[in-house]
């Protein structure tokens, strides 16, 4: 089994900006992929964007040139650097783990840009 526990959302405004964290913990080792996801009220959840360990990174349209994904590929942490922040930006945020033949999610942490 795989938790993941996220951190870092909060209320800001419009323009500003906010990092979130996420660490997994228990059989990590086979994790090779993780990410952000999110869901706004009414809507159906989304990518935000992933990280293929020592691979690739993959974004939403919606954020490219504003968010920016890392991640520590010893640690199975990941990071979601989100910048120039816009009101239809907010929802909860979901981390993401992949292994093989198996998918995770964290509990969510809300992130509200509003002035």
């Known amino acids: 089994q795989v938790q993941l526990v996220e951190s870092g959302g909060g209320l800001v405004q419009p323009g500003g900006s906010l990092r979130l964290s996420c660490a997994a913990s228990g059989s990590i080792f086979s994790i090779y992929r993780m990410g952000w996801y999110r869901q706004a009220p009414g809507k159906q959840r989304e990518l935000v964007a992933t990280i293929t360990f020592t691979i690739s990174t993959n974004y939403a349209d919606s954020v490219k040139g504003r968010f920016t994904i890392s991640g520590d590929n010893v640690k199975k942490t990941v990071y979601l650097q989100m910048n120039r922040l816009k009101p239809e930006d907010t929802a909860v945020y979901y981390c993401?783990?992949?292994?093989?033949?198996?998918?995770?999610w964290g509990q969510g942490t809300q992130v509200t840009v509003s002035s």
């Open positions: 993401a783990a992949d292994r093989v033949g198996a998918a995770y």
